[in-house]
């Protein structure tokens, strides 16, 4: 049972580049996210998927795009990767019902876009 | 969705209890509150969730007053190893939300 498992770990990108960060639950979790973390900035929500089939913007979307690609996997892609995007990914995933608020974190997923 | 407000910092030395307080003026009926904890380089883990009076589990303790307007984490007798960021999220039940955490509050642990 590995939980929620983020590819890749490290990425370097130069700036125009495009990426794509991976994301996969076990749990049969219905929800899942995607945050970044800056210094000083905390946890900041992406875009999220309620369900299999539907996706939201977040706090910040602004140049990323996402898939709810089945049940189990939620992917983040940049199209073309700014600097302002450097950060730590982290993917998360919740199963709805009387325990909402229980999020499972990924190890994140570190980037560097030059 | 409830907006949070918690301290951005606390120092505290080893052995002592540490009270957290998390403001949520604007809670709803069916919002939960839970903390989060979260180390250097590792994504956050769930710590404690309650609706109501006060929940205790092995890690912490959550204190909540009947207006639910606040939350207290009360962590007893801290240790280094509680050296942490800390998060409090207000949540309601249903389909899933956008769970936004906010910048926490850092928590330090000295000798």
Sequence with gaps: ?114 | LAKTTQPISMDSYEGQEVNITCSHNNIATNDYITWYQQFPSQGPRFIIQGYKTKVTNEVASLFIPADRKSSTLSLPRVSLSDTAVYYCLVAALGSGYALNFGKGTSLLVTP
């Excluded at chain 1, 299999?52 to 979307?61: C, L």
């Design chain 1, 1 to 114: 049972n590995a939980g929620v498992t983020q590819t890749p770990k490290f990425q370097v990108l130069k700036t125009g580049q495009s990426m794509t960060l991976q994301c996969a639950q076990d749990m049969n979790h219905n929800s899942m996210y995607w945050y970044r973390q800056d210094p000083g900035m905390g946890l900041r929500l992406i875009y999220y998927s309620a369900s299999e089939g539907t996706t939201d913007k977040g706090e910040v979307p602004n140049g990323y795009n996402v898939s709810r690609l089945n049940k189990r996997e939620f992917s983040l892609r940049l199209e073309s990767a700014a600097p302002s995007q450097t950060s730590v990914y982290f993917c998360a995933s919740s199963q709805t019902g009387w325990r909402t608020g229980e999020l499972f974190f990924g190890e994140g997923s570190r980037l560097t876009v030059l």
